[in-house]
Each structure stands twice: as C-alpha cells, then as structure tokens.
C-alpha cells in the first residue's frame, strides 16, 4: 500500500502539484535503506535536495559602493538631451518660418486665378487626378489592413 502511495506521490510531484507534507513524505522515504528497486533511480535526486539544504554559502559578495562617476555620467547625459532637443525644435521654428516666408513671396504673385477657362479646367483636372492618386494609394493600403484583420479573425477565431 505504502508503495503505491509514493508512486502516486512521485507522479504529483513531477507534475508538481505536491504539498510541502508529501515533498517531505518522498525525502523520508528515499533517505530511508528500504527504496523499491525500481524507484532507486530519484534516491540521488532527493538525497541531494537534502544535502543542498544543508550547505551554507561563505562567498561574500561585495558591494559595489556608488561613484560620483555614475552621477556626473547621467548629469552629462541630461544635458546632451536637452541641447539635442532644443536644437531640433529651433532648426523646426528656423525651415517653417522661411517656409512660410517663401510662401508669401509667391503669394503675393501669384493669385491662382486664371483668365483663360481652358486652362483653370486643365489644371483643375490636373489637381483632381493628382488627389485620386494618392487617395487610391491611401485606399490600396487600407485593403491591406482589412485583408489582416480578416486573416488574423480566422487564426485566433474571433
């Protein structure tokens, strides 16, 4: 009966659902001289358990003390970022401004009106064709996410 019961107690513990009395119960019974034949091959495994438990680490770790060099590293650091930063967004202020006067210049001259009916309808085709263009591109890639989503509903059926 007690066989049967450290065999029922070994398959728990190798699939570990065991209690801390039934570990206990399998390091008794492998310490003890009378181990079934067949259950020999964990008496090393459970003895070792039991030795590991008893050994007493005397390595000393020492503990790194903290530099002023990791301090003045990060404060370094911090500033670095902060002048990366503000470079960007002044050279960002510095292009849209002359962007925009750029953009009042050719303003000023040109107005966008045409005297000629044929040719505000040639460039209103013109316009047109240019934004179907890129919604089409827009659209084209939109089907790409739909035709994902759809794969992806079919694989994790939801």
């Known amino acids: 009966m007690e066989l049967n019961k450290i065999e029922d107690i070994i398959e728990k513990y190798f699939q570990g659902e065991t209690s801390i009395a039934e570990e206990n119960q399998l390091k008794e019974y492998f310490s003890s001289s009378n181990v079934a034949q067949h259950l020999e091959q964990y008496k090393p495994m459970f003895g070792y358990f039991s030795q590991a438990k008893e050994q007493k680490s005397t390595h000393e770790i020492p503990l790194l003390p903290k530099t002023r060099n990791k301090q003045r590293k ?26 925009n006067s750029n953009t009042a210049v050719a303003s000023k001259t040109e107005l966008g009106t045409y005297d000629n009916p044929e040719e505000a309808l040639a460039a209103t085709q013109k316009a047109l064709a240019l934004l179907s263009n890129n919604v089409n591109v827009g659209i084209e890639s939109v089907q790409y996410i739909n035709e994902y989503e759809k794969s992806k509903n079919k694989i994790f059926k939801q």
């Open 74 to 99: 990060t404060a370094w650091l911090s500033i670095a970022a902060s002048t990366v930063i503000l470079l960007g967004v002044g050279s960002y202020f510095y292009v849209s401004e002359s962007n």
